[in-house]
C-alpha cells in the first residue's frame, strides 16, 4: 500500500444506522453542529448564492452515496452550493433536502422550488467571510 493510497472511514450524522461511508482522497472530518445563522448571515449567503448554477442534481436514483460523496466534496470546495433535487412531490423534496443537511453537517440556507442552497464553513481555510 503507498503512502497516499489507503482508504478512510469516516462517521457521517445521519438518521439511519449505517452510517458509515467509506470516501477516498476526501479531507472529511467529523462535521459538527456549527452555531446556527443568523437572519443577516443567510440574508448575505442568499445573495452570494443567487448567480450559482446546481452543481449536484438528484436523478430518479435519489440520494445514493456517490451522489452524497458528491456533495461533500463540493462544500469542501466552494463552502455555498446548490442543489437540484427532481424529486416529485414536496413532501419527498424537503425530505431530502433535511437529509443532505443532516449527513453532510451543513445549513440549509434557502429552499425554492425545486432548488435548496447548503452551506458549510471550511474548518480550515473559509472563503465566505460572515459578520
Do not use: W
Not at 16 to 27: E, G, K, Q
Not at 33 to 54: D, F
Not at 66 to 78: C, G, K, R, S, T
Amino acid at each position: 500500500m503507498r503512502d497516499g493510497d489507503h482508504k478512510k472511514t469516516y462517521l457521517l450524522p445521519a438518521s439511519r444506522p449505517s452510517s458509515l461511508v467509506n470516501l477516498r482522497h476526501a479531507s472529511c472530518h467529523l462535521y459538527l453542529a456549527q452555531m446556527p445563522l443568523t437572519s443577516a448571515q443567510k440574508r448575505k449567503l442568499r445573495s452570494l448564492a443567487h448567480p450559482l448554477k446546481p452543481v449536484v442534481m438528484l436523478g430518479q436514483a435519489g440520494l445514493t452515496p456517490p451522489v452524497m460523496q458528491e456533495i461533500i466534496n463540493a462544500l469542501e470546495h466552494h463552502e455555498l452550493i446548490k442543489v437540484k433535487v427532481a424529486a416529485g412531490d414536496r413532501e419527498e423534496r424537503r425530505r431530502l433536502l433535511g437529509h443532505i443537511e443532516r449527513d453532510t453537517g451543513s445549513e440549509l440556507v434557502q429552499s425554492i422550488g425545486h432548488i435548496g442552497v447548503f452551506y458549510r464553513r471550511h474548518p480550515k481555510k473559509p472563503k465566505i467571510e460572515l459578520a
